[in-house]
């Protein structure tokens, strides 16, 4: 699988996929997550964003969105809705909202 469930795994995956696509942090505005729901796997998908990203980019400069909010669980079809959801936000310039989203997880630290 291409999973990574550590903040340091996935940190790694997500570093290495911007060398690979030779795309600098600072560009990227917009990251269409995973967004377990969970009380633990949020906290490492945020922290491990944060790490990638690395110390230099300002905070609070990247925008997060999951489909996951919106569409629930997809299972094998999670990729592809996501990647449908952010054409269409590339494509209308526009960012959809996270429906069904109250209140983030006090355990990730979205302040940075």
């Given at each position: ?7 340091d ?36 998908e ?25 569409i ?24 959809p ?16």
């Open positions: 699988g291409y999973t990574a469930p550590s903040v795994g996935q940190a790694e995956v997500i570093a290495m996929a911007q060398a690979v696509a030779g795309v600098e942090p600072a560009t990227i505005g917009y990251i269409e997550a995973h967004g377990t729901g969970t009380l633990i796997g949020d906290p490492i945020i922290a491990a964003l944060v790490q990638a990203f690395g110390p230099d980019i300002p905070r609070q400069s990247c925008a997060i969105g999951s489909v996951k909010s919106n629930g669980h997809a299972g094998e079809a999670a990729g592809m809705c996501s990647l449908i959801k952010t054409i269409c936000a590339l494509e209308h310039h526009e960012l909202p996270s429906l069904h989203y109250q209140t983030p997880n006090p355990q990730a630290d979205l302040s940075n």
